[in-house]
Structures are given as structure tokens and as C-alpha cells.
């Protein structure tokens, strides 16, 4: 495996199974999931000096993958990503052992303004120089390759010049960076946008992933928001399937970030993703 790709040119070089996104407010539940095969955590919420949670280090040390997933580097923005934020990712690489790290297609900044939020890269010629720029200066500070996530947007920039499937596919192409397929954000973006999730799906280069999102939503005011704090929905699911029935992913991780279910209620949604997926 190098930096920058994968390989054979696909997936991280290992069978990662079915995961969870690892929370502190859930640790004791997910040391005690059978099976489990990898996790990942909020790279930011890793000390940058010192150990590690040691829930988190209990893990990796029994072998389960641990992949840190950045979301402040803003690699979309003008502006080039911050040293000191790529050394501290590289770092929770190294002292996680982590297969691959990940980020998104996103920018959260711009002349010194902290958004706050994931905001969309305009799909233009222009943006993607620039995106494609920002994250060669990322690989390289990187010991582990990098897979770059969609993002869901309620807005979108006009008039672009890339369908998504488009623009992801050539910046992977340029980068050889990995895909970090959404699909809660795909999910969300085809049904506020009113079109079908599935023609995007089979144009992405699936042959890229390194592995999947799958989250719940719901929907507010007319528009469905994805939450990351309720349960996946059907629809989120069936997209499962039809990728593993296009070409399945090296690994399935469930996101949950706020309304904690009991315990019973999370190995269900893992058991749910992988009867999705054809797992045994």
C-alpha cells in the first residue's frame, strides 16, 4: 500500500466487514460488540500529544482497524490546508495504526472564518484545480493513504460545470485518493434534489471506495436533514444492497453522533447494514 492509492486500485487493501463510528458517550457499547472489525473516530477529538482514549487503544490493540476521519481540513477551500491540522492527522494515523485516514469534499473556512459546518465545493474546473492542489499538499504529509468523502448539502452552487459523479471521479483520478462513499449524503442530496439515487450510484468509481457511510435522517420542514442521531431508513439500506450488488465495499461503517439508542438497538442497525449487504 502507498500514500496515495490502493492496493490493486481498490479499497485499503483489507476486508474491513461491518464498523461503527466510534463516540466516546458509546465506548463500553462498542467494546462489547461481537465481531466488530473496525471503527472510526472524529480525528480531531484524538489528543494531539499524549495516549489515546484508552477504550480506543484497547481496541486496536485487539486487532480492530481504526480509521481517524478528519473534518476541519477543509480541503476544498482557497486556501491551503493548515500544516499543524495535516500533522496532527498524520499523527493519530501513526498512533492508531490506522489503515487509511480519511476527509471531505468540503471547505468549513475561508479568510479566517470557521463556518462551522461542511459547505460544498462548487463543481467547476476552477475549484477542482484547487481541491486537487489541497489534497496532493495533504498526501504528502500523510503515512496512510486518503479517501475523500461527498458530502450532503441542502444548497448547491449553480450553474456547475461537473455532474458529482464527475468531479469525484477525476479528482480521485488526478490524486489517486480513495472514495469515502456517503450513502446517507447521497441518500439526502437525490431526495430533497427529486431525482433518482441510483443512475449517481453506479456512476461513481466504485472501484475507489475505501468504505462506506451509512446514517439516518428525517425529515423537517420539507426537506430531509441527515442527522446522524436517528435510525437508518429503508431507503438508505436499499442503496447498501444495490452497491454490494455493483461491487461490494471493503467495509460498512454506521454513523451515530447524537440520541444514543441502547445497545440492542445498534447491533440491530449493524445487522440491518449487513443483511443489506449480503453478509452472512
Avoid: K
Wanted: with cysteine; hydrophobic share 45%.
Amino acid at each position: 500500500m502507498n500514500r496515495t492509492g490502493a492496493v490493486n486500485g481498490a479499497g485499503p487493501g483489507r476486508d474491513l466487514g461491518v464498523g461503527i463510528g466510534w463516540r466516546p458517550q458509546i465506548a463500553g457499547t462498542i467494546a462489547g460488540l461481537p465481531g466488530l472489525r473496525f471503527v472510526e473516530v472524529v480525528a480531531e477529538s484524538v489528543p494531539a500529544a499524549g495516549p489515546v482514549s484508552p477504550a480506543l487503544a484497547a481496541l486496536r490493540d485487539a486487532g480492530v482497524s481504526v480509521v481517524p476521519h478528519g473534518i476541519r481540513l477543509s480541503l476544498g477551500g482557497a486556501e491551503p490546508p493548515d500544516r499543524r491540522r495535516l500533522r496532527h492527522l498524520a499523527s493519530c494515523a501513526e498512533r492508531l495504526r490506522a489503515p487509511l485516514v480519511s476527509e471531505h469534499v468540503a471547505f468549513v473556512r475561508a479568510g479566517g472564518v470557521e463556518a462551522g459546518h461542511l459547505l460544498p465545493v462548487p463543481r467547476t474546473r476552477e475549484a477542482l484545480d484547487v481541491l486537487v492542489a489541497n489534497v496532493r499538499l495533504a498526501q504528502a504529509e500523510l503515512p496512510v493513504p486518503l479517501a475523500l468523502e461527498n458530502i450532503a448539502a441542502l444548497l448547491d452552487w449553480p450553474d456547475p460545470e461537473l455532474s458529482e459523479a464527475d468531479f469525484l471521479t477525476e479528482l480521485l483520478d488526478r490524486t489517486g485518493a480513495l472514495l469515502l462513499l456517503d450513502l446517507a449524503n447521497l441518500y439526502a442530496n437525490a431526495r430533497n434534489g427529486g431525482y433518482d439515487p441510483l443512475p449517481v450510484l453506479a456512476a461513481l468509481p466504485l472501484d475507489r471506495v475505501g468504505y462506506v457511510h451509512v446514517a439516518g435522517g428525517v425529515q423537517r420542514g420539507g426537506l430531509y436533514h441527515d442527522t446522524h442521531a436517528h435510525p437508518v431508513p429503508p431507503g438508505v439500506l436499499d442503496l447498501v444492497g444495490e452497491l454490494c450488488r455493483l461491487r461490494r465495499p471493503p467495509g460498512l461503517l454506521l454513523e451515530r453522533d447524537d440520541d444514543f439508542p441502547p445497545a440492542a438497538e445498534l447491533a440491530a442497525e449493524l445487522a440491518a447494514i449487513a443483511v443489506a449487504a449480503g453478509l452472512p
